[in-house]
């Protein structure tokens, strides 16, 4: 009997012993079996939806390893999203436009920026009178432009709009990225530059005056700027990784809305400015990073780009999908059906897909 016994527990303790190996291999499975997310970003504060995922661990929550790289230009993201390097990136809305015109077959899934560019001169070229907001004080200098971005976009409105002409009344000099035509200003032939964050802070640093925040004037009000993108085939094979990465970004969007001084250490990791630079570029009130893809907005600036010339007009409904976006919300509702931020994010999308 003792014999039956001892072998009983003896089968018992082995089974707890197998049971609780198991169980350490199972978890670390899973930790192994994060998926990767590569996603691609620009030296900007705006990008905080990516900084705030992956240091607050969303990212992980999600099942998704995220890895995140920082570019200098739209036009290396989607080199990089074509080339296989990247599963997604931030990418600007107009470069996403002109490159989907011009048959690149990248697809807007979400948002990651609205409005939060402008242009500023250097303050001994403004009179004492200037108000902000007048475009006239640019005629006769030399702006070094980013080119291909919405800040482009928008001065050729602008021009349009107060009978200005390019090479007339105005010089134009472009540059491949923001860094480069931003350090142009140390120049004496470069009178303006645009910017985009966190430009602005950098130019409020160095004395620099504010010609426009595009937030600020009638015709910008609500722009997109930068989208989340990716390629149209890998889309639509894998939306379950998308919509995994998409509720991450959700979290991080609420996350920045209730805890701003943990938001900020968060993106400082990523951009090196002064603690007070941080904050005025995420909280100052220019620019808001939220995921939406603001279909709306972004047919409506599709059309304002191709009016003004700057690229072929072309069917954007192919190239969008809100479809994912909107899953990860109602994911994120089923769970916390009465969170505030949520329904507020979820009254957004309904207004303006």
Known sequence: MQRKYLFSVFIVLSVLALASSCAKKGEAAAAGELVPFRLGHLNSTAHLLAFVAQEEGFFREEGLDGQLTQFSSSSELAAGIESGKLDAAFIGSVPAITFQATGHDL???????TNGHGYVIKSELVPPDYKQGDINILRGKNVAVFKNSVQDYELMVLFKNNNMTVGKDVNIVYFASQTEAYNAMQSKEIDAVS????YGSRA????????????????FHDQPCCRQMALTPT?????????????AFIKAYRFSQLNHEKTIDDVNKYIPLKREFV????????????????????????????????????????LYNTAIYKAALDDMLK??????????LLAHFNQYE
Do not use: W
């Open 107 to 113: 697809t807007i899934f979400a948002g990651a920026m």
């Open 195 to 198: 910017i985009y964050s966190p």
């Open 204 to 219: 409020r640093e160095d004395g620099y005056s504010v010609v426009y925040n595009c937030n600020e004037l009638s015709e």
């Open 235 to 247: 889309l639509k094979a894998n939306p379950a990784l998308f919509q995994a990465a998409e509720r």
């Open 279 to 318: 904050e005025y570029e995420v909280y100052g009130g220019h620019n808001v990073s939220g995921p939406d893809p603001d279909k709306k907005a972004m047919v409506a600036l599709k059309e304002g780009v191709v009016d003004i010339g700057y690229t072929n007009d072309y069917n954007i409904e192919a």
């Open 335 to 344: 769970l916390e059906p009465n969170d505030s931020i949520y329904q507020d």
